[in-house]
């Protein structure tokens, strides 16, 4: 009964190389997250769609670039992989883009 | 940096009501108290969050104090599986809902 889910949960990877990381909710929400931690305590958000349509794109490289084939779903691709792009992702939904998020499990990418 | 501060540990007795406190003394008007909790190894978990009114939902109460410097989340039948890190944020809701700063929050154990 998994909220909020993403794959792979760990990635090890070169730089150059694409990867994509999928995000999937049960939760019937309409709003969907892709979050970046760049330190322990930070969760810096990348973007933000809601019924599918992209609401929020923070400065992202464009290297990154999400994808919502439905409400429940939200993958994240990443082109052309460069060594700082490593860190935990997550994804998160919530009812609207104004309620809390539920968070899914992260994403560990590390760039060789 | 977080504008919050918590507590760094709290106990608590199984069954017993959790009381976490959190001061916010620089919190905005227009931002709201956001609490998350984060198991080890997981992706945070939204549980409440308030303007200036009292909240309560299925996992928890918020009470804000009147002057919004402070508040306090409660957890009314804590739970072994209520040990958790819990996070203490404010931020602004609405349209860009923003990074997420965690402070070093408050490590709660629940004990048998």
């Known amino acids: 009964d998994t909220a909020v889910s993403q794959t792979p949960k760990y990635l090890v990877t070169q730089m150059g190389n694409d990867k994509s990381i999928k995000c999937e909710q049960n939760l019937g929400h309409d709003t969907m997250y892709w979050y970046k931690q760049d330190s322990k305590k930070f969760l810096k958000i990348m973007f933000s769609?809601?019924?599918?349509?992209?609401?929020i794109n923070e400065t992202v490289p464009n290297r990154f670039s999400p994808k919502s084939p439905d409400k429940a779903h939200l993958n994240l691709h990443i082109n052309s992989l460069e060594l700082g792009d490593s860190a935990v992702y997550f994804c998160?939904?919530?009812?609207?883009?104004?309620?809390?998020?539920?968070f899914g499990p992260g994403t560990r990418l590390t760039v060789l | 940096d977080a504008k919050t501060t918590q507590p760094p540990s709290m106990d608590c007795a199984e069954g017993r009501a959790a009381n976490l406190p959190c001061n916010h003394s620089?919190?905005?008007?227009?931002?709201?108290v956001y609490w998350y909790r984060q198991i080890h190894s997981q992706g945070p978990q939204y549980i409440i969050h308030g303007l200036k009114n009292n909240e309560t939902n299925e996992m928890a109460s918020l009470i804000i104090t009147e002057d919004r410097k402070s508040s306090t989340l409660i957890l009314p039948h804590a739970t072994l599986r209520d040990t958790a890190v819990y996070y203490c944020?404010?931020?602004?809701?609405?349209?860009?809902?923003?990074?997420?700063?965690f402070g070093k929050g408050t490590k709660l154990s629940v004990k048998p």
């Open positions: 620089t919190i905005s008007g227009n931002e709201y």
């Open positions: 769609y809601n019924n599918k349509e992209l609401i």
């Open positions: 944020i404010v931020r602004v809701r609405g349209g860009s809902q923003g990074n997420l700063i």
């Open positions: 998160a939904s919530s009812p609207s883009l104004t309620r809390g998020e539920f």
